[in-house]
């Protein structure tokens, strides 16, 4: 693709996750999007074949570049704890910094469909592979097999809570207690609000 037509293509991806963001999934239109890119409707055609087909590429690139940003912050040679707690700052950082995208994230995603909450799950899964090294904390502890989802789901269920409400500016704040959520499932409630004051104190 020609590095002019490749650009146009990211201001799109760009736009719908903002327009998204903004308006929410349904009343976000192919207009809104093209207006927001400052392009038109036959560029837009070109790389998409509706809003639908748009918004999975904007997801898609979307959850790449969150986790892109997250395994740059987490220093791999770090404790396990070290990298959650850089890894789930980063994040926070990241939805607080752009509303917008953080409610294109975790909220609006469901309203787009079956796909869309495919790659909801599929990113969900991918912090889930991070989360299941910390089994190795708890040799001894017969931990379910979906302990990580279950940790992911309860910070992701946290977030979404904060983000429905309008309140992404305040996630930072909100940082300590989605680290406990994270955390206790591997470490127990004495060593996850230990790594919670600590943070608090940070």
Same mark, same amino acid.
């Given at each position: 693709?020609?590095?002019?037509?490749?650009?146009?293509?990211?201001?799109?991806?760009?736009?719908?996750?903002?327009?998204?963001?903004?308006?929410?999934?349904?009343?976000?239109?192919? $207009?809104?999007?093209?207006?927001?890119?400052? %392009?038109?409707? +036959? /560029?837009?055609?070109?790389? *998409?074949? =509706?809003?639908?087909?748009?918004?999975?590429?904007?997801?898609?690139?979307?959850?790449?570049?969150?986790?892109?940003?997250?395994?740059?912050?987490?220093?791999?040679? $770090?404790?396990?704890?070290?990298?959650?707690? %850089?890894?789930? +700052? /980063?994040?926070?950082?990241? *939805?607080? =910094?752009?509303?917008?995208?953080?409610?294109?994230?975790i909220v609006e995603v469901a309203a787009a469909g079956a796909e869309a909450r495919q790659l909801h799950t599929e990113a969900i899964a991918r912090f889930t592979r991070y989360l299941d090294a910390g089994r190795e904390l708890v040799p001894d502890k017969q931990l379910p097999?979906?302990?990580?989802?279950?940790?992911?789901?309860?910070?992701?269920?946290?977030?979404?809570?904060?983000?429905?409400?309008?309140?992404?500016?305040?996630?930072?704040?909100?940082?300590?207690?989605?680290?406990?959520?994270?955390?206790?499932?591997?470490?127990?409630?004495?060593?996850?609000?230990?790594?919670?004051?600590?943070?608090?104190?940070?």
């Open positions: 693709m020609h590095s002019t037509e490749s650009s146009r293509r990211q201001d799109i991806l760009a736009a719908m996750i903002r327009v998204v963001g903004a308006k929410g999934y349904k009343e976000t239109s192919v $207009a809104d999007v093209i207006e927001e890119a400052e %392009a038109s409707r +036959t /560029t837009f055609y070109k790389h *998409f074949e =509706d809003k639908h087909d748009c918004f999975l590429a904007a997801y898609q690139r979307m959850v790449d570049q969150v986790f892109g940003e997250i395994v740059a912050n987490c220093d791999g040679d $770090a404790t396990w704890t070290t990298r959650m707690t %850089a890894g789930l +700052t /980063t994040l926070v950082d990241r *939805f607080a =910094d752009d509303p917008e995208l953080a409610r294109t994230a097999e979906n302990i990580s989802l279950m940790s992911a789901g309860a910070v992701s269920g946290l977030i979404f809570d904060e983000l429905l409400a309008g309140r992404a500016d305040r996630l930072p704040d909100r940082l300590p207690d989605l680290l406990f959520a994270m955390l206790v499932p591997y470490v127990g409630p004495q060593a996850a609000t230990a790594e919670m004051r600590k943070l608090s104190a940070a």
